[in-house]
């Protein structure tokens, strides 16, 4: 059964220190020394507009959950646009960015736009078969998933997804990871 997030704590509050006694900057400070690979989640929204629209966000929070069945896990901003579009669209997907995709992480990852349109123009992409959503090309590799649950979780919603396709590139370069703050690639 699908859930409904609540909606975001308000700006003010972000600031106060919680009952546990971390606050929210030294939880970020910490978090910010674990490296994480970098992905473009995507789903295509068949309600908006006469084609409907893709929508895409960066993520770093993405990890294997289970091999059976293949099951990943993304954590999304409850209240974001995918938030709200994965209530609704059951399938989506994921593209493993390559280090020479950090255009595609940070246009992705901009806060506050209005359509995502425009930032599909100019990326290569091919839409999937199972979820329609866009699949970035130079990917490391790239899922498409069907949601199984969310669980909401703070001020993120936890998406457990169905790994329903895998395609896999021959890398000619490694992962993009996000590391103190900034991507960067291993070197």
Known sequence: MLQKTPASPPVSDLAIPHAEGVSNEEFRAAMA??????????????????????????????????????????????????DDLLTDVPVWAVSILAEDQRHIAGRFAMKNRVSDRLLFADVPYTRGEESGAPLMGGALATLECRTESRVVAGDHTLVVGRVLTVGTLAPAGGPLTYYQGKYRHLS
């Open 33 to 82: 020394r674990l490296a994480a690979g970098v992905v473009l989640v995507t789903a295509h929204d068949p309600d908006d507009g006469p084609r409907g629209e893709d929508v895409g966000m960066t993520a770093t929070a993405f990890v294997s959950v289970s091999l059976d069945p293949p099951l990943v896990l993304v954590s999304l901003r409850n209240g974001s646009r995918m």
